[in-house]
């Protein structure tokens, strides 16, 4: 039987919801013969993060020319809010472990499974976007966004994210799915909004902006390598970081991260740094580990430094040392109708040894070269 009845796909709608929506829709109770009918052929876990069925399942959706197999991974998953972080061959065997049914491939392209970071046990909704849903497409539905963990507010209305009574993690495709339609008769209208007062909560709601943005990005395919570049890059600028050897300074970022997050944020987002321990997710995020290290962790770092995701992943992920300063820079010729004026907007820069030394040569167009060095051995 082809889903020629399947609903349309509703913005940032993940993919167990629009499924649980079709559900819905033929009255089918015995949940256990929908994947059968509609010809999914899924076995096994029914993620709703990285689902595994979905080759399948957009091979019997009537709509094949909008409903492919990279939009359903692109617009109904959280492969774009994983994707960044993951080493790009791992990116690709992500991509198609979800069009095969290989839950074991996902849990460990992804990394999930050496995490062991704690996940979010009730699908989650914003009460305020569960009237806009009504109102505008005539139903709620589940949407992909609220159910990253570490995403606690709605960014867009402002308001904490409520728990359902609907499981997150459904265990096999026999439990039941639930469209968010069956529950919202239990579900409170009013939502808690942020406090603009509150540090706490200014964090979240960048958190959640991050998020939702990251999800719109079909073709960020950074990996951690650029991404720790970045990172070293912007510690050189806050002197945490060597410029000759881009030596992190670990122990100073872990003491100034420690203030500059309440303990209670930390908690709530299972990223505490304690101070004694050996390892933590701080110094595993520096190393480049991408297996043990939850995308919430590089964004609270991200915040920290100044930056959203957006700026960030537009920065360079190569270090250009400024050990002059940043230019323009004046010219020394005497003779010259520019003497003393900044007019030189590039510099070259050399090594020198015994001791070591940076030089950087100055040029100006009247073809007057003058050099600085600078001793760098301390560095």
């Known amino acids: 039987m082809v889903a020629t009845c399947f609903p349309d796909i509703l913005p940032d709608e993940c993919i167990l919801s629009a499924v649980a929506r079709y559900k ?6 015995s949940s256990s013969k929908i994947f059968e009918i509609c010809t999914f052929k899924a ?3 029914f993620r709703h993060d990285l689902p595994t069925f979905l080759g399948s399942l957009a091979q019997s959706l009537p709509n094949q020319d909008l409903y492919t197999i990279d939009y359903l991974i692109d617009k109904c998953t ?3 809010y994983y994707r960044p972080f993951l080493p790009q061959e791992r990116q690709e065997r992500l991509r198609q472990s979800m069009r095969a049914n290989d839950a074991s491939a996902i849990l460990d392209s992804a990394g999930i499974r050496q995490r062991k970071v704690p996940v979010v046990g009730w699908l989650r909704y914003c009460p305020e976007c569960f009237m806009s849903d009504c109102q505008r497409y005539g139903e709620p539905y589940w949407h992909r966004l609220h159910q ?3 995403v606690e507010v709605c960014p867009e209305h402002r308001v904490f994210l409520q728990n359902s009574t609907a499981p997150l993690r459904l265990a096999t495709t ?3 799915l639930l469209a968010a339609e069956e529950l919202c008769h239990e579900w409170p209208r009013i939502g808690q909004r942020i406090d603009d007062s509150d540090m706490d909560h200014q964090v979240l709601l960048r958190l959640a902006q991050d998020a939702q943005w990251l999800l ?3 073709e960020l395919k950074d990996g951690p390598e650029a991404i720790v570049a970045r990172f070293r890059m912007l510690f050189i600028d806050r002197g945490m970081a060597t410029k000759l050897h881009h030596k992190i300074q670990n122990q100073k970022i872990l003491a100034d991260l420690s203030h500059y997050y309440s303990p209670a944020l930390l908690r709530l987002l299972n990223c505490e740094l304690p ?7 701080l110094s595993v995020v520096l190393r480049g580990s991408w297996h043990a290290s939850d995308p919430i962790r590089f964004l609270l770092l991200i915040q920290y430094l100044e930056h959203s995701a957006e700026s960030f992943f537009r920065l360079p992920d190569k270090y250009h040392p400024k050990p002059f300063g940043d230019g323009p820079w004046p010219c020394l010729n005497p003779v010259c109708s520019n003497h003393q004026e900044s007019v030189i907007h590039s510099v070259t820069l050399s090594k020198g040894n015994n001791p070591p030394r940076l030089r950087g040569d100055f040029a100006c167009h009247c073809g007057f070269v003058y050099r600085y060095s600078r001793d760098v ?3």
């Open 174 to 176: 026999k439990t039941r």
């Open 216 to 218: 719109a990005q079909t």
């Open 275 to 281: 101070e004694k321990a050996q390892q933590n997710w």
């Open 78 to 80: 959280l492969f774009p």
């Open 148 to 150: 990253i963990r570490g």
């Open 43 to 45: 076995k096994g876990h």
């Open 377 to 379: 051995s301390q560095e």
């Open 24 to 29: 819905h829709r033929l009255m089918f109770f």
